[in-house]
């Protein structure tokens, strides 16, 4: 039976490879250390307003702290990764202030829920396929990317996927942190990987790169600070205090990870739905700003941009408009201040008095 379960574990590696995955590792089911870290940062308010990472079984306890709670009849984590970097700049590369960006995992043109989930789905039939009839009806699995009950970057570092960086992003040695994660629960007991070793040394680069200062120590990530948070799942009136370091960011931030240098030599992905959709590798804010209901839904269909949704970006556009040090958005800064959607009025209110003060 053993050595059926060993074929099991190469079996789901092939499937992975197969599935389109660069990366694929199996850690065990179990509460690590870093895990312990997950209700402390709750704790201390560092999920802002995403209310689902404090999601509570019925003792009250956080679901994502303990996959032994949570699913105890867990055994093994098959832990996926996909790399979607693409040959373009990267935001540190590029810094025309009249222009902004969308982080790069955004410009696909397919949502990577759906990319991932397709190929982790492929994983998990290959999976029931080779297990032995007799272990058949025993046998349990669950696929998530993002929206289980699973802080998938520490079972990536215990599958050997990749390493926890100072940025709190995986790092692969050889792929870099590009990479999307899924994961696969499953009942099977398979051998674990090795975990990754941790390779950031004594370098401090993205911390000292962040232009908000969200990495509070290494390791530890407030979102209410991240520019990525802000404009993705901030709703409402961003802080004020914080919109200037916002620069241009109109959709997440890839700061601390363009300046890692672990992704100096990051290989481009094969995946051919991350190649970016047209005018999102640095789009011009007017285009956006001014965006109809009508063309949002056409160009952002099946995107992942569709989260901010148009008020959102709309307002992180105003916004980037006021950082642009260009006086030339301030006629339609003038016109965006009566605009009928209260927060990009305000965002553009406060986008024209600081791009006035900024530039005289
Ligand atoms: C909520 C969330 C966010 C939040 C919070 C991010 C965060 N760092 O927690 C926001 C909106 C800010 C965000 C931003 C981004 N996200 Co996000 N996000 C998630 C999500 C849904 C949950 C993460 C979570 O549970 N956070 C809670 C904290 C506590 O966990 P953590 O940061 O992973 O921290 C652990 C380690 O730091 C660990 N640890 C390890 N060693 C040590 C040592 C010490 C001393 C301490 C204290 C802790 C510690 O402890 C923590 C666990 O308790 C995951 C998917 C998932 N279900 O896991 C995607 C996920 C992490 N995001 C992803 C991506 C791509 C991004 C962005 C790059 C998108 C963008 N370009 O804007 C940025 C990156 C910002 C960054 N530097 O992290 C990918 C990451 C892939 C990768 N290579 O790591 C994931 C895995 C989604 C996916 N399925 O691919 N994200
Ligand atoms: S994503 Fe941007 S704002 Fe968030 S921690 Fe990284 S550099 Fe800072
Ligand atoms: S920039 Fe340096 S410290 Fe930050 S994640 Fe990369 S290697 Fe680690």
Not at 83 to 90: A, D, F, G, K, Q
Not at 182 to 190: C, D, H, K, P, Y
Not at 191 to 210: F, H, K, N, S
Not at 307 to 336: D, V
Request: glycine content about 6%; some cysteine; charged content about 25%.
């Amino acid at each position: 039976m053993a050595s059926q379960i060993s074929d099991v574990k190469a079996i789901v590696k092939v499937a992975a490879e197969e599935a389109g995955f660069d990366l694929a590792g199996i850690a065990p089911a179990a509460d690590t250390s870093e895990l312990k870290h997950f209700p402390e940062w709750i704790a201390a308010g560092r999920a802002g307003e995403m209310k689902y990472l404090e999601a509570r079984d019925d003792q009250g306890d956080l679901k994502r702290a303990s996959l032994a709670r949570v699913a105890p009849w867990a055994r093994s984590v098959i832990v996926c990764a996909i790399n979607y970097n693409t040959e373009n700049p990267y935001s540190t590369q590029t810094n025309d202030l009249s222009r902004g960006w969308i982080s790069r995992y955004a410009w696909s043109r397919e949502d990577y829920h759906d990319a991932v989930l397709r190929r982790l789905k492929q994983v998990e039939a290959a999976l029931h396929e080779a297990v032995p009839a007799e272990l058949q009806p025993a046998l349990i699995t669950r696929s998530y990317v993002d929206t289980g009950p699973v802080v998938e970057r520490v079972f990536a570092k215990y599958a050997g996927v990749g390493w926890v960086g100072k940025n709190t992003c995986i790092i692969n040695q050889k792929k870099g942190s590009w990479l999307f994660l899924g994961v696969i629960l499953t009942s099977l007991e398979l051998a674990p990987d090795l975990p990754a070793p941790d390779r950031c040394g004594t370098c401090t680069r993205c911390i000292e790169a962040c232009p908000t200062d969200a990495i509070l120590a290494p390791y530890q990530l407030d979102s209410n600070k991240c520019i990525s948070y802000l404009t993705i799942e901030k709703r409402g009136p961003i802080p004020e205090d914080l919109r200037a370091g916002m620069g241009r960011h109109i959709f997440g931030c890839d700061i601390c990870q363009d300046v890692c240098p672990w992704n100096r030599k990051a290989p481009a992905s094969t995946a051919p739905e991350f190649e970016p959709r047209p005018g999102l590798v640095n789009p011009a804010l007017g285009w956006l700003a001014e965006m109809s209901g009508e063309e949002f839904r056409a160009v952002f269909r099946g995107s992942p941009i569709r989260r901010t949704k148009r008020s959102g970006l709309r307002r992180n556009a105003a916004i980037a408009m006021g950082n642009s040090r260009n006086r030339e958005f301030l006629p339609l800064l003038e016109q965006l201040s009566r605009d009928e959607d209260e927060f990009v009025a305000e965002g553009a209110r406060w986008a024209k008095t600081h791009l006035i003060r900024s530039t005289e």
